[in-house]
């Protein structure tokens, strides 16, 4: 099968995948094809939501539709590195009669991890993801280990109560693909989450892709053409968040600093994401700009200005104007 009819057939799963979830999360549809970008794109997610938003339940039934491991991990305040990476023990060998160390592999050990309320925990904890994140292995005791793929780390947090908890450093929002903002339903998608929910049925979600289909689906991705003035066009929009280079005065008044090389990057896999999961060979501006917004709104820093005029969530989007 050439390239071209395994775009076709990725774009008609992930419409099956779609299907699937749609059984169990009702809404939310813009996350979604988030969420898929970025996981066929062999990124991480940041989702911030308040409680309530079904942020657990759309990744568990995303890992079910996709036939993928997943674990939760709730972070807390004395949650240690050795509760996410595993840990060793001493154990006995019955055929020396001697003692040895054995690792239990912790919670990282998925295709789906699910980092819930992640600043909730000491920068110590955090970093204990940056490894896995990166690299997708664990060295712990001087032996590394490698995760199994695909690897996919959804952190989440909670925009509301920031008392008792420690804000991601820069280095670690940088490794996050996306930072996904889930918002509140409508409310006639309310009505149907409460009607479907406090009823006795109980959908069953089919499996859809593999793990070895997915595999073979992102290495494809990475191969998909991109012409030169669309990644023209995704460097120049990240190099614009960057006060020092940038011509718009909007970003010289409310910026300190913007988006690094790592987001033009995250824009073109996103671009290319985009265009094969809805069965198109090749990504145009239309896709840059979609994905501009997840992919910036963490990595630039803004200053006094703008905090004091409360106009950080539209600079993202302001930035696409250039």
């Known amino acids: 099968m050439d390239d071209v009819k395994k775009i076709q057939t990725l ?22 094809d988030q969420l898929l970008v970025s996981l066929f794109a062999k990124g991480h997610c940041l989702l911030i939501g308040v409680p309530g ?16 491991k997943f674990h939760r991990i709730q972070f807390t305040p004395d949650l240690m ?17 001697g003692k040895q160390f054995k690792f239990i592999k912790g919670p ?15 920068p110590k904890t955090q970093s204990a993801l940056l490894e896995a994140m990166q690299e997708h292995e664990v060295t712990t005791a ?16 909670n925009p509301i109560e920031q008392e008792g908890t420690y804000p991601l450093p820069e280095a670690q929002l940088d ?14 998608e309310e009505v149907d989450i409460v009607k479907s929910t406090t009823a006795q049925y109980l959908p069953s979600v089919n499996k859809v ?14 191969k998909v053409p991109v012409a030169d ?34 987001a033009s990057q995250y824009l073109v896999l996103g671009a290319k994401a985009r265009a094969a999961l809805t069965g198109r060979y090749t990504p145009d501006i239309a896709d840059i700009r979609a994905v501009a917004s997840p992919v910036l709104r963490h990595r630039i820093v803004t200053n006094f200005n703008a905090e004091a005029e409360n106009i950080f969530i539209r600079l993202a989007n302001n930035c696409m104007t250039y």
């Open 11 to 32: 774009g008609e799963a992930i419409y099956k995948v779609k299907q699937e979830i749609a059984k169990v999360i009702i809404g939310q549809n813009d996350v979604i």
């Open 53 to 68: 938003l079904a942020k657990t339940l759309l990744i568990s039934t995303l890992s079910k539709a996709l036939d993928l």
């Open 81 to 97: 590195p050795s509760d996410i990476t595993g840990t060793e023990i001493i154990e006995d060998n019955v055929s020396t009669g």
């Open 108 to 122: 990282i050990f998925a295709n789906i991890v699910l980092a819930d309320e992640i600043n909730r925990t000491p």
């Open 142 to 157: 001087g032996t590394t280990y490698k995760l199994s793929e695909p690897f996919f780390v959804l952190a989440t947090q």
């Open 175 to 188: 490794r996050f693909m996306f930072n996904l903002w889930l918002d509140y339903p409508s409310q006639a």
């Open 209 to 222: 892709l593999s793990a070895s289909e997915i595999i073979d689906f992102q290495d494809l991705i990475r």
């Open 229 to 262: 003035n669309v990644i023209n066009y995704a460097v120049n929009l990240v190099r614009s968040t960057r006060p020092g280079n940038s011509s718009l005065q909007f970003v010289k008044d409310f910026l300190s600093y913007g988006a690094g090389p790592r």
